[in-house]
T-cell receptor
Framework: DTAVSQTPKYLVTQMGNDKSIKCEQN?????MYWYKQDSKKFLKIMFS???????INETVPNRFSPKSPDKAHLNLHINSLELGDSAVYFC?????????????????FGSGTRLTVV | AQTVTQSQPEMSVQEAETVTLSCTYD???????LFWYKQPPSRQMILVIR??????QNATENRFSVNFQKAAKSFSLKISDSQLGDTAMYFC?????????????????FGKGTKLSVIP
């Protein structure tokens, strides 16, 4: 069973389009995240949700909007895609919040979505 | 804010040899966690080893061990008996302990990574 699953794994789209990346975790974790890995492999947090509530919203263009319908899902919607949005986007989850990061410090990553904007 | 620095963008090691990857960090926190993650070409992020800052004993996981120097804010990873499958990007990461730092989430702050190549 896949613990954190992201779809799609690859996404090629034209500038100006709107696209979504979906993420689901079946670990019962309280907190979910989106990280962006740029072309130089640098990983940086974008958003963090704890029990459907936004906790962290780093300096990210407002074209990026996370949506958490329930604590097992955190989707990322991107409007008006730009060339600079090309990157790998990782979803992750952790036990997080008041209950601590968990025995293994909680983090489970999805396999990433490679977004290419042309 | 925390920063994590990996000063070696690329390294190589002969198969079966030992290699050490460096990591330093800057924080005003006294309680936190440190991690090494491996990212092979498959791009999956794999936890290699973790260290709780309050523990003086260095963590070990099979061929992987760390040298944690809290005062120096240094957290290096030693890979013994290197194998071809160890070829990957390695990321050092920092996480605040929210039990001491208050509300928020357990976000990871990553270094820029070290690309390790194991040569047959």
């Amino acid at each position: 069973d896949t613990a954190v699953s992201q779809t799609p794994k690859y996404l090629v789209t034209q500038m100006g389009n709107d696209k979504s990346i979906k993420c689901e975790q079946n670990l019962g974790h309280d907190t979910m995240y989106w990280y962006k890995q740029d072309s130089k492999k640098f990983l940086k947090i974008m958003f963090s949700y704890n029990n459907k509530e936004l906790i962290i919203n780093e300096t990210v263009p407002n074209r990026f909007s996370p949506k958490s319908p329930d604590k097992a899902h955190l989707n990322l919607h991107i409007n008006s895609l730009e060339l600079g949005d090309s990157a790998v986007y990782f979803c992750a989850s952790s036990q997080g919040g008041d209950r601590g990061p968990g025995d293994n410090y909680g983090y489970t990553f999805g396999s990433g979505t490679r977004l290419t904007v042309v | 804010a925390q920063t994590v620095t990996q000063s070696q963008p690329e390294m190589s090691v002969q198969e079966a040899e030992t290699v050490t990857l460096s990591c330093t960090y800057d924080t005003s926190e006294s309680n936190y966690y440190l991690f090494w993650y491996k990212q092979p070409p498959s791009r999956q992020m794999i936890l290699v080893i973790r260290q709780e800052a309050y523990k003086q004993q260095n963590a070990t996981e099979n061929r992987f061990s760390v040298n944690f120097q809290k005062a120096a804010k240094s957290f290096s990873l030693k890979i013994s008996d290197s194998q071809l499958g160890d070829t990957a990007m390695y990321f050092c990461a920092f996480m605040k302990d929210l039990a001491y730092s208050g509300a928020g989430s357990y976000q990871l702050t990553f270094g820029k990574g070290t690309k390790l190549s194991v040569i047959p």
